[in-house]
């Protein structure tokens, strides 16, 4: 269902690797929603050539390779995205996770430090490395909003989230510290959107997935969050509904956050 939420309103959207991505579902949701956006992600991960199908699907938007860790990939997309949508841009999707470390089973008390610069520049710093290419070539129109996606990991400890954790915490830090200085000269809202666990390729990275999941949903008052209502919640983030929430951490995990223990799971324990 279309309410033209985003008509008018332009994107660069990151992170889209296949059809169960949180991404895929935003930019088809924006889509529908009225907006015109271009698509991106890692060179590599564009080989299967999954990204085509949904850029055909989203008005045949235009598809432009970019390593979220490399300045000058990000200086090209932000210059191509701007020339080819007509002007500066609205808004932009920041759903980019990744963790050496947690592919290659590294506990997280016996980190390999090479992969633990890599989780941080891949998972956090590259939401700084956008914002500042962003802010330098004065991309983005007064107003406009920013989303990264979180995790609760960032706040309480879940083991084999390992070094992604301390990623979260820092993607949310930057978010209130460049969400200041955007939000001064630009109006620029920064958030993010702490979603549940979620069936996506990254998702599945983590150990013990399935039974993460299956926790989550017996201690959500609601029930997990799916993909679709991520989509839609950060549809609102980029509509004008919501101009003056900027530098949070918004949890969208169906209570999850606020739930010390539910009867579901005290009924588990009973003997
Ligand atoms: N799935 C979950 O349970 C869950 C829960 C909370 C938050 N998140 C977050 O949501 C975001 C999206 O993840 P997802 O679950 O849709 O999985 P996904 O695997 O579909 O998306 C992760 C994306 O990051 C991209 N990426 C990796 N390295 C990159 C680089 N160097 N440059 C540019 N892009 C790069 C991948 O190509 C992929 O498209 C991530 O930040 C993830 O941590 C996921």
Known sequence: MSNNLLKGKKGIIFGALNDMSIAWKVAERAHEEGAEFVLTNAPIAMRMGEINKLAESCGNALVIPADATDMDDLSNLFDKATEHLG???????????????VRKGKHYTET???FYHKTLDISAMSLHRVLKTAYEKDAVNDWGSVVALSYIAAQRVFPDYNDMADAKSLLESITRSFGYHYG??????INTISQSPTMTTAGSGVKGFDEFVAYAEDMSPLGNAGSIECANYVVSMFSDLTKYVTMQNLFHDGGYSFTGVSEKVIEKFKQ
Not at 184 to 189: A, D, L, T
């Open 87 to 101: 002007g500066k841009i609205d808004f932009i999707l920041h759903s980019i996770g990744m963790s050496p470390n």
């Open 112 to 114: 390999n430090y090479d």
């Open 184 to 189: 001064i000269r630009n109006k620029v809202r």
